[in-house]
């Protein structure tokens, strides 16, 4: 069975759309990420949410809203896509703060 | 702010040759160190954790030692296989922030 989730696994689209991006994890974890991965492979935190609670937001622009309806899900909705939003999105999820993560496939999204 | 330095890759071996990827950190109070590996077209896996200075993590041949005293979590294997060509991510985990920073990733090629 799979823990982290991610759908779709590849996403491509144009500019200006609007798309979003689902993570289901089975874990039972309490706290959910994103994270986003560069062209380079720099990978570097985007949202973070513990029990449905916006936990950590890095400085993301605001086309980027997280939406967790349950402690289970933590969704990707993106508005007004860009060129430079072309990346891989990783979910991931912890049980409790500061432990370890496990980390989804990742969604390939190629904006044209 | 807390920070991650890796080696630059790509790292090119022979099988069973003697791994070595270095890794470095800056950070204030007292992270938890990882290191995690992603194979191609794939999530990133977990590979190992310390969470104190001088905790040894290992998993699958591979070891890391958190040393205080240098700032350092460098990865070791003693004889890589072809089956270890990944990438590999170390990151700390900030005990106040809950983030993950990542290092740029260092890929590793092993040939037969």
């Known amino acids: 069975d799979t823990a982290v989730s991610q759908t779709p696994k590849y996403l491509v689209t144009q500019m200006g759309n609007d798309k979003s991006i689902k993570c289901e994890q089975n874990?039972?974890?309490?706290?959910m990420y994103w994270y986003k991965q560069d062209s380079k492979k720099f990978l570097k935190i985007m949202f973070s949410?513990?029990?449905?609670?916006?936990?950590i937001n890095e400085t993301v622009p605001n086309r980027f809203s997280p939406k967790s309806p349950d402690k289970a899900h933590l969704n990707l909705h993106i508005n007004s896509l860009e060129l430079g939003d072309s990346a891989v999105y990783f979910c991931?999820?912890?049980?409790?703060?500061?432990?370890?993560?496990?980390f989804g496939p990742g969604t390939r999204l190629t904006v044209l | 702010g807390d920070s991650v330095t890796q080696m630059e890759g790509p790292v090119t071996l022979s099988e069973e040759a003697f791994l070595t990827i270095n890794c470095t950190y800056t950070?204030?109070?007292?992270?938890?160190l990882f290191w995690y590996v992603q194979y191609p077209g794939e999530g990133l896996q977990l590979l190992l954790k310390?969470?104190?200075?001088?905790d040894k993590g290992s998993n699958k041949g591979f070891e890391a030692t958190y040393r205080k005293e240098t700032t350092s979590f460098h990865l070791e294997k003693g004889s890589v296989q072809v089956s270890d060509s990944a990438v590999y991510f170390c990151?700390?985990?900030?005990?106040?922030?809950?983030?993950?920073?990542f290092g740029t990733g260092t890929r590793l090629q092993v040939f037969p």
């Open positions: 991931a999820s912890s049980q409790m703060i500061r432990r370890e993560q496990f």
């Open positions: 874990l039972g974890h309490d706290t």
């Open positions: 949410y513990n029990n449905k609670e916006l936990i």
């Open positions: 950070a204030t109070g007292y992270p938890s």
């Open positions: 310390a969470t104190k200075a001088d």
């Open positions: 990151a700390l985990s900030d005990r106040d922030t809950d983030k993950l920073i």
